[in-house]
């Protein structure tokens, strides 16, 4: 049992944290109000009238405070329903983040288990560069998250107007390294940047640049978005 993530799952949770928040609320706005049903075995999940192509991407026990990856569930190994999955527990391998390739976690050491599950499928969203997670509750005491998989869920692009909005609500979000949360929602963006000692400098689509300086705390100082003539 721990009471605290690793410095290297917590560092790769931020490099996901402010595309991550803006691409859930995205997925917010696009699913409608309603009860929710699912086939697994073709990957399939309806919501209200909508029904999109969804992945396992875990389960949360809330009796016994444990998150289960959809890849090492029992009954749903090797299936295609939890296909995408099979790829977290690689990169958490690739990587050494031992939250990505143990089967279970324990949570029941922190001081809000239901917080950290939340924060371990924010981070498996993430490494999937899925269009944002659906958490649902599945009967008795099981929470089940799912990963769209479905080309009709809108992903936001940049847009300089809320870039600053969007670079501070992701660095509020785990409050590790402010750092790691702008050059992730650039890389995620495919988009050049530059490091400077106390500044990443970006090129936005058309030209212009966003530069972002950071105080001697690391957290983030300032947003400007310089256009260009």
């Not at 192509?53 to 026990?61: E, H, K, N």
């Not at 479905?150 to 979000?173: E, F, H, N, Q, S």
């Not at 402010?178 to 936005?204: C, M, N, Q, W």
Request: charge should be negative; hydrophobic fraction near 40%; glycine fraction near 12%.
């Amino acid at each position: 049992m721990t009471s605290e993530f690793s410095d290297a799952f917590l560092l790769e949770a931020e490099r996901h944290a402010a595309w991550g928040a803006a691409q859930l609320e995205a997925l917010t706005a696009f699913l409608p109000e309603g009860p929710w049903s699912a086939d697994l075995p073709s990957c399939r999940y309806q919501q209200g009238e909508s029904t999109l192509r969804v992945a396992v991407l875990g389960t949360y026990d809330m009796a016994e405070r444990s998150w289960m990856w959809g890849w090492a569930n029992p009954g749903l190994r090797g299936t295609e329903v939890v296909a995408a999955t099979g790829a977290i527990e690689a990169y958490g391998r690739a990587h050494g983040i031992p939250e990505l390739t143990a089967e279970v976690l324990d949570l029941s050491g922190f001081a809000d288990p239901r917080r950290a599950a939340e924060t371990v499928a924010f981070t498996g969203m993430g490494v999937a560069g899925a269009p944002g997670y659906i958490g649902v509750p599945a009967g008795g005491d099981t929470q089940v998250y799912f990963l769209p998989d479905d080309p009709r869920v809108p992903r936001p692009g940049v847009d300089p107007v809320t870039l600053p909005r969007t670079l501070l609500t992701g660095a509020g979000l785990i409050g590790r390294s402010a750092r790691h949360v702008v050059a992730g929602y650039f890389d995620h963006h495919g988009l050049p940047r530059r490091t400077e000692t106390d500044r990443i400098i970006a090129t936005l689509p058309g030209g212009s640049e966003a530069e972002i300086d950071f105080d001697t705390a690391g957290r983030i100082a300032g947003v400007a978005v310089k256009v260009r003539p």
